[in-house]
């Protein structure tokens, strides 16, 4: 952990020191579990430098959190907008279905605490629709036959975004899905994983109802399956029995952060469009 709280992992060099005026763009991934940052080349979708991170604080209050966010792009010298990745719904100036977080950010004006060093825009997005948005723009997963595809991501939570004829379909709170008492993202999380030490097989039999589920409901042409669980996810995901293809999301754990970045750009903010820095 560097003097400014956040840790920079690993100390690659990046191509784009000095700021030089290239095609690229801070995300911020927030997490139940960590908070990450990095410099996206938006033409590539690669990480472009260090992987800024720290612990999320258990509280995790805006005010917490508010302040890593600013040590993130303190630590990048980045004075321009910035993409910022929420586990959670945003509403107004709010954040609903946020419960890996204080319940503070659900009340006004919570999230105006977010701020830059510079106080250049935030762009905010939910996490797993940056991890959609990322797919969308980098990823490398093959047409969907009907059109939509279903993207996962398995962290603390469960995350969902829905890709559909190329557009992202925002807010879809996938995870909170009950089958009987119980929501999806109780029962199928990574932290569900490792808390009840979860092996493939006892995993796959408790996700497979809400799979089910949600193919009787959204008839989805493909899955994307991802999140923090990424690298071994392989194992988790081969036990499920689904009709349609799956792929395993590309952009893996970083997906979040490169989907921060590409918000930035698709909200058309100037300065990110012509690629400042
Ligand atoms: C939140 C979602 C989020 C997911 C993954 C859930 O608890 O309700 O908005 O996408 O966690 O972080």
Not at 39 to 65: C, Y
Not at 79 to 105: E, M, Q, T, Y
Request: with cysteine; proline share 5%; aromatic share 4%.
């Amino acid at each position: 952990m560097s003097s400014s709280g956040v840790a920079a992992d690993p100390p690659i060099a990046s191509p784009y020191s000095g700021h030089d005026g290239l095609a690229a763009q801070l995300g911020i991934d927030v997490g139940g579990t960590s908070i990450k940052g990095a410099i996206v080349d938006l033409r590539t979708g690669q990480l472009a430098g260090p992987i800024h991170s720290a612990q999320t604080p258990d509280t995790a209050t805006p005010e917490q959190v508010a302040l890593l966010v600013r040590q993130i792009a303190a630590a990048e010298q980045w004075i321009d907008p910035v993409g910022v990745a929420l586990p959670g719904v945003i509403v107004g100036s709010c954040l609903r279905h946020a419960p890996n977080l204080s319940s503070a950010w659900e009340r006004e004006g919570a999230l105006d605490r977010l701020r830059t060093p510079g106080d250049a825009e935030i762009v905010l997005i939910n996490d797993a629709d940056a991890a959609g948005l990322a797919e969308l723009t980098y990823g490398r997963s093959g047409r969907s036959d009907n059109g939509l595809t279903v993207v996962l991501t398995f962290g603390t939570g469960i995350g969902s975004a829905l890709l559909h004829d190329g557009d992202l379909i925002a807010n879809s709170e996938l995870g909170g899905l009950l089958v009987g008492a119980r929501r999806f993202e109780d029962v199928a999380s990574g932290r569900a994983i490792s808390d009840g030490e979860l092996t493939p097989a006892q995993w796959a039999e408790c996700a497979q109802p809400y799979f089910d589920q949600l193919e009787a409901m959204l008839n989805p042409g493909r899955w994307v399956l991802g999140g923090g669980l990424s690298e071994q996810f392989e194992q988790y995901a081969s036990r499920l029995k689904l009709t349609k293809p799956v792929d395993i999301a590309h952009l893996g754990v970083h997906a979040g952060i490169v989907g921060a970045a590409a918000a930035v750009k698709r909200s058309g903010s100037p300065e990110a469009l012509s690629g400042r820095r």
